[in-house]
């Protein structure tokens, strides 16, 4: 079987949230010697991606989407052991802003920034927003990456700015922000330094940011 047909195999299981073929297939993936950040972004990213859009046209129920979600942390346990990259890219506090419990998003993000080589401090969800700033104080991370999935809490991210303003940590720590509801031009008018609509962006915009602040070459 082919590189393709394996990634899409997983794809379709994610979204199917068949949780008890999934770690199989995950590790037929392996073993067929596909690359495991590709059975990440490929397979599992894109199916939970694929049942999120499926649900926005009343394709897919909510229960669904946690079967997707539980099938695609399944195949995350079976790939995870395979990225051996030492957490030395910089140090993301991540978390899901207060009032809003949608983690699966955020999720996607913490496992790819850490396949990728980052050291991520998860905050979980409903995140008091205080807590984010006294994490990076107490961290002194690099970055920090705020997630929200309704409306009603995206202006929480802007008050987490605020704060971080206030603490005189801005000049210390860059800001990322993400979630459905999120655009690149809210991301400016809150005055976050990146943003991304997907985990695979999301590590993109993790190193540049990097780079910016020259902690990270390459
Ligand atoms: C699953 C789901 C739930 C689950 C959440 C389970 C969980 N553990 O996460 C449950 C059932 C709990 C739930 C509850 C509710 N939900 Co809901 N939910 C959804 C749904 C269907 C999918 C969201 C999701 O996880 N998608 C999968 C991920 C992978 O999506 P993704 O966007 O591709 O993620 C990527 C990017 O966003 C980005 N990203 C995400 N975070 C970050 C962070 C950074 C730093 C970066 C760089 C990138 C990044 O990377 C991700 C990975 O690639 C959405 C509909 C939708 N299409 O968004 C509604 C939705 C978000 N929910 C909604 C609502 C209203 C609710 C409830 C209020 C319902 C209710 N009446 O009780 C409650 C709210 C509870 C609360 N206080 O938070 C609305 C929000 C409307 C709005 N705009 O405000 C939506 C849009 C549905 C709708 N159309 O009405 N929900």
């Known amino acids: 079987m082919g ?19 999934i770690r199989k297939l995950a590790q037929e993936t392996l073993d067929a010697g596909v690359d495991p950040y590709k059975a990440l972004t490929e397979g599992c990213a894109r199916g939970i991606e694929i049942a999120s859009e499926k649900y926005c046209r009343n394709e897919m129920f909510i229960l669904e989407i946690i079967l997707s979600a539980e099938a695609m942390y399944a195949a995350f346990d079976v790939l995870k052991p ?33 396949a990728a080589g980052f050291e991520v401090i998860d ?3 409903n995140v008091p927003l205080k807590g984010f ?9 690099d970055i920090v990456g705020m997630s929200a999935f309704m409306t009603v809490s995206i202006l929480g991210m802007y008050e987490v700015i605020k704060m971080i303003e206030g603490e005189g940590l801005r000049d210390k720590v860059k800001i990322m922000v993400g979630g459905a509801p ?3 031009e809210f991301a400016g008018q809150i005055g ?5 609509k997907n985990g695979r962006d999301g590590v993109k915009v993790a190193e540049k940011l990097m780079m910016e602040k020259g902690g990270f070459t390459s």
């Open 3 to 21: 590189d393709q047909e394996l990634l899409d195999r997983l794809k379709d299981a994610v979204v199917q949230g068949d949780g008890k073929k």
């Open 82 to 114: 395979c990225f051996k990259e030492k957490a030395e890219k910089g140090k993301v506090v991540l978390g899901v802003v207060g009032g809003d419990v949608h983690d699966i998003g955020k999720n996607v993000v913490k496992l790819l920034l850490e």
């Open 123 to 125: 905050l979980g969800k």
């Open 133 to 141: 700033v006294e994490k990076i104080k107490e961290t002194d991370a």
């Open 182 to 184: 999120i655009t690149q």
């Open 192 to 196: 976050a330094d990146g943003y991304a």
